[in-house]
């Protein structure tokens, strides 16, 4: 090495310094700086197999290992094997129901113009026959083959070349005319054969040469089918129409979560076939929730250009930020619902178990169960709500156990074809009929009361471990434990009514006692508000079916606090348009369905089913007979003429309940004076009221009746039953 030549380098200080450092082999030192990664596959001479990629800085904040393996295996998103739509049976029917849809449609369309199509053909088939023969001749003289050759061969003017290459030409030409010879001789001898041949033989061979030959005849831009416009029937769901749809929302959110990182909007599954439509998972930007989209359903569906049916976004598992969008292949509308089964000839129902009820926008079916359950419908007119709760009430009369007692305060008669099954019918919204409503549910409460005691009876036997019925204790004759299911349609009518709070609150304590006894609660109503539907019983009811609702309130009354902000909107559906739409809730994910549709004919033919099988389990109601078995209400005005304390003119209803408690404990025990006046509101010609009177030289006051009254309640029922 030579050193360079300065003088004032101080050479000893140097050496020390390199003396104190390390002697690196130049080659290790840049074998341990290449990537660990695949050394093998990298040439360190070649830049361009050289991996580039920045290295890792520092082990990321959640070591995968501090994860629990099962943890990840569980979040590992595998691919599926089959593809989504072949993986279910649901699935693949589905998908084969559409297929063959498509295909059912394309032929009807061509059946349809086939005379058409036959004219065109008989026209075009003689011109296919002449340019056929045109374009056999020419193929078989092989001039295009070395046309342009011997085209410059003649210019040029050289006569060699050019008969090279004709001969050539024509020893092509030669084999080709063997062929057209060939096909000549084949088409006359087929043409004697079918000349002699059976009609179906000539009929055959027109119906394949005069296709080909008007193929070959017809202009190129004439084709002799029309075409099948598919228009914008279904447009396919694609991550891009999803976030342009997302993005045309104008939800703040969402758009400059978007501005800021196109990929804020994600899907954790790929978009796949769901039924008949098509499903995407979609994780919305942080801080969105699924909830604020589906209540824009109708801008979702305008942003994707597609009626409104077809677009069912909803609040998918996972996280409130990820909404599953089910967009069909066609409006809901459109597709046809399938008939109910219940319909079907042999269709019987068991309480205890679940029937189908409803189906989804991609046609599953939604069952529901009715034992130990009850029922609130809502929606406003024209929602479907009536229909909704008859199929409930035809259900039950498909079982030959339960007792099916209700009341339509509209007084349209849409239940009227249910009557031939029913123990107890009411139709209207006179005076009357609230009243016998009223007193029916009175008549609930003691029901419950006595069915009660019977649960105590059977559990002592070991025959109700749940103190529950089963489904021995309904079928066990005179057990008194069969299926009540009463319903109410309307009920607004009677809430909003003079009894309306009595009714309330009784019909709380039915629906809080009778659920394990066997007493099934179905309540439809048009005004969900809290003077229309106590809360008592939108609380604890645990069956809840929303239709179209106007607004918000209305919404959380039916489906229970919070479900509007959770984004369970029956709000996006619109009355009539839509009827028979609406948010189920009370069997699993709450979803949005359509109940089945059942026209009154239908009915009637499984209310004639129902009507056969009670007959044969001898539960059939005899129609003159419309008094509950036992009642109270029935007997009061007897009773507590029987009971009045002697000749007094007006008397306490406390004085009274004690004295009818005496008279008939098991009835009246522990009554109150508020009960009578329950129990008496259903007879107009008494007023409860106050009643003045002299105790020990004392003026005291208490509610009370009037013995005239009571006679004259009395007498009008008389009258009233007399001349039914
Ligand atoms: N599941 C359904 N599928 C299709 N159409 C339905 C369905 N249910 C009801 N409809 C239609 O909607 C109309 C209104 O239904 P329904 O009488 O049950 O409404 P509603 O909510 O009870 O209205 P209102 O309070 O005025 O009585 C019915 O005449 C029927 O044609």
Known sequence: MTRPDRDDFDWTAAEADVNGADVVDIESARAARRPAAAPDD????????IDETPPEHGVPVDPADAVPAEVYARQAARRPILAEWARSRRLLQAAVRHATKDAGYVLAYHAVRMPKYAGKATFYAPIGVFRGTGRLYAWAMAEEGNWDLRQAA????????????????????????????????????????????????????????????ARVGRPADKPITDRVVQGNRYRKLTAELVRRALTSLQMSGINSAVAKDANAISFPQEIHRDGPGHLAIVDLPYGVEASEVVARRGKLASAMRLPLDQVWPE?????????????????????????????????????????????????DVVDVDMMFRNYLFGGQPGSGKT???????????????????????????DFSVLEPVMAEYGNGFDDETLARCFAFIEWLYEEARRRSKRIEHYA??????????????ASLKGSGLHPL?????????????KYGKDAGELLEKVIKLGRALGIIILIGTQIPDKDSLPTGITRNVNSRFCLSVADQTANDMILGTSAYKNGYRATVFQPVVEAGWGVLRGFGKVQSVRSYYV???????????????????????????????????????ADLAQVWPGDEKSAWNETLCGLLAELRPETYGGWKSAQLT????????????????????????????HHTELIAAITERDRKRSAD
């Open 460 to 473: 002592r036997l070991g025959k109700a471990p749940e103190n529950k019925v089963t489904p021995e204790l």
């Open 387 to 413: 229909f909704a709760l008859r199929d409930l009430v035809l259900a039950a009369a498909l079982d030959a156990r339960a007792e099916v007692r209700g009341y339509e305060l509209k007084g349209v008669g």
């Open 154 to 213: 003649a210019s040029r003017g050289d006569a060699d070349a050019w008969l090279k290459l004709d001969a050539r030409r024509q020893r092509q030409s030669v084999w080709r005319w063997w062929v057209v010879g060939g096909i000549g001789f084949a088409g006359l001898a087929g043409t004697i054969v079918l000349a002699f041949g059976p009609w179906w033989w000539q009929v055959f061979a027109a119906a394949i040469a005069v296709p080909l030959l």
């Open 599 to 637: 026209d009154t004919t239908a009915a009637g033919r499984i209310v004639a089913r129902a009507v056969a099988l009670r007959q044969t389990a001898g539960t059939l109601p005899v129609p003159e007979d419309q008094t509950r078995t036992v009642g109270p209400v029935a007997d009061v005005l």
């Open 315 to 363: 609040p998918a598992q996972g996280h409130t930020g990820r909404l599953a969008l089910w967009v069909g292949y066609e409006p809901a509308s459109a597709m046809k619902q399938p008939a109910w089964p219940l319909l079907a000839p042999n269709a019987k129902v068991d309480l205890f178990k679940a029937f189908p009820f409803a189906t989804t926008p991609r046609l």
């Open 485 to 497: 299911v009463a319903w109410f349609d309307e009920l607004q009518e009677l809430m909003t009514s």
């Open 42 to 49: 990298i040439d360190p001479d070649d830049a361009e197999s």
């Open 678 to 705: 329950a129990a008496l509101k259903p007879h107009t010609a008494i007023t409860v009221t106050s009643v003045g009177k002299r105790i020990e030289g004392k003026q005291a006051t208490q509610r009370g009746i």
